[in-house]
């Protein structure tokens, strides 16, 4: 399983681009990338995922380097409505799915 | 719709009894997790199942049990013997990718969670 390091929390003003990043120095060949969205009360949603360079969705964007050591969660024009708890997952560890504590994003007005 | 239930939404304990948290999937998913969150924390994983039949202890199973007899459901039963059991319960499951290369491209589809508290 590689290790994520990701910020505990961030502050962010409506209509900004918000862009979050996750480190994970030993992740191995077989990895993807995979970011979780999660409102209080609510379970996590998936919200996007990776192998290498760039993928985008309607909902965000996820950069990764050619070495992979790290991932960036891009959410543009952010709104308060995605003031939320997110999630870099990297690997399993003995086929076990981990989740870190997370990065708490909290839009301001 | 397809989808994952978790059922009671909200459930309370009395001391010394077992209760049963219900999860129901129609994804048609081999693979079914429980997690467990305490206020303000990540998500830690109780039991885990990738076929029927078969399941396997995540992190902190003491105190919980699991059975997973159809593909469909993989009910939680919290035990007396759990002795801090408030917290947010959440199911969910995942296409597995298994094989001999195992690559990490799972991606779980939660329920709306149970709220599990003590009386």
């Known amino acids: 399983l590689a290790k994520t390091t990701q910020p505990i929390s961030m502050d962010s003003y409506e209509g900004q681009e918000v862009n979050i990043t996750c480190s994970h120095n030993?992740?191995?060949?077989?990895?993807?990338i995979t970011w979780y969205q999660q409102f209080p009360s609510q379970g996590p949603r998936f919200i996007i995922q990776?192998?290498?360079t760039k993928v985008t969705n309607e909902v965000a964007s996820l950069f990764i380097p050619a070495d992979r050591k790290s991932s960036t969660l891009s959410l543009p024009r952010v709104s308060l409505s995605d003031t939320a708890v997110y999630y870099c997952?990297?690997?399993?560890?003995?086929?076990?799915?981990?989740f870190g504590k997370g990065t708490r994003l909290h839009i301001l007005p | 719709d397809g989808g994952i239930t978790q059922s009671p939404k909200y459930l309370f304990r009395k001391e010394g009894q077992n209760v049963t948290l219900s999860c129901e999937q129609n994804?048609?998913?081999?693979?079914m997790y429980w997690y467990r969150q305490d206020p303000g924390q990540g998500l830690r994983l109780i039991y885990y199942?990738?076929?029927?039949?078969?399941?396997q202890k995540g992190d902190i199973a003491e105190g919980y049990s699991v059975s997973r007899e159809k593909k469909e459901s993989f009910p939680l039963t919290v035990t007396s013997a759990q002795k801090n059991p408030t917290a947010f319960y959440l199911c969910?499951?995942?296409?597995?990718?298994?094989?001999?290369?195992?690559?990490?491209?799972?991606?779980?589809?939660f329920g709306s969670g149970t709220q599990l508290s003590v009386l």
């Open positions: 030993n992740i191995a060949t077989n990895d993807y």
């Open positions: 199942s990738q076929i029927v039949n078969d399941f």
């Open positions: 997952l990297v690997g399993v560890r003995d086929d076990k799915i981990i």
């Open positions: 990776g192998y290498k």
């Open positions: 994804l048609n998913h081999d693979a």
């Open positions: 969910a499951s995942s296409i597995y990718p298994g094989g001999a290369f195992r690559v990490t491209n799972e991606k779980l589809f």
